[in-house]
């Protein structure tokens, strides 16, 4: 299942780099664009199915392995020392994390007061880290797995998690675009692995949209901050009146 999965990744990858939307491959499979919408998010088409949509992006099933191959052998994650070395440089974690939601090198000049040959500089040793390759005309082409993570607990993980302790919660989420739900219940084992399984089912969808909204002007995209946590909790406050 899991190859299946990124399969279809790579093959989403490719379409997008062509341009080919839904709507063209409901025209020539013959399906309503719902239905191939469902085929995609249950990773759900047979292999005349798969043979012709690649026809619609030029390629072959051979070509769509082979992406899958490459994406497979891209950087998944970093080392803790080079994690520690972006988090201790405010700029290069700025780049870093433009990169990551590919900006190009103008979006980043724009948007921020970096200069031309410092954002090189950085970017430069990004390439050297494999995160990117650093191409003529400061092109930037990411060399990381969609899959990309940081490190759990590492150096770049605390470091945000210290952020979103001081500054993400103190918002009163009141706005249209923002949402805040807190739950309590008492699940049982069972349950809660559901819910997990749930949690990461989302964490994909959300990188999902994120990968296709990457053709996107700069102007249509906004930073959006996703936090999905469950946990054996218990309010400090009540353990007063637990019994000994």
């Known amino acids: 299942m899991a ?60 070509d769509l392995v082979k992406h899958m191959e490459r994406r497979a052998t891209a950087l998944q994650q970093l080392t803790y020392a080079q994690e520690k070395d972006i988090a201790e440089d405010t700029a290069l974690l700025l780049v870093t994390v433009c990169v990551l939601n590919h900006w190009t090198f103008k979006d980043i000049l724009d948007y921020y007061t970096l200069e031309a040959t410092e954002l090189v500089q ?46 993400f919660f103190a918002a009163r989420f009141d706005r249209e675009d923002h949402e805040l739900i807190v739950l309590n219940g008492m699940l049982s084992a069972e349950s809660n692995a559901e819910l997990r399984r749930k949690l990461k089912q989302l964490a994909r969808e959300f990188d999902t949209l994120n990968q296709e909204d990457t053709g996107l002007p700069l ?3 906004h930073g959006n901050t996703l936090i999905l946590a469950v946990r054996d909790w218990r309010y400090d406050s009540f353990a007063k009146f637990l019994r000994a």
């Open 122 to 167: 950085k970017l430069a040793r990004l390439d050297r880290l494999k995160v990117i390759e650093l191409l003529p005309n400061n092109r930037i082409k990411l060399r990381v797995n969609p899959n990309f993570r940081w490190l759990p607990n590492g150096p770049i993980e605390s470091m945000f998690l210290r952020v979103i302790q001081q500054d």
């Open 219 to 221: 102007s249509e995209r």
């Open 3 to 62: 190859q299946v999965s990124a399969l279809i990744a790579s093959l989403k990858s490719i379409l997008k780099a062509a341009g080919i939307k839904y709507a063209d491959i409901s025209q020539a499979l013959g399906l309503s664009e719902s239905s191939i919408k469902r085929r995609f998010s249950n990773n759900d088409f047979s292999v005349a199915e798969l043979d012709a949509i690649c026809a619609l992006a030029g390629v072959e099933i051979s």
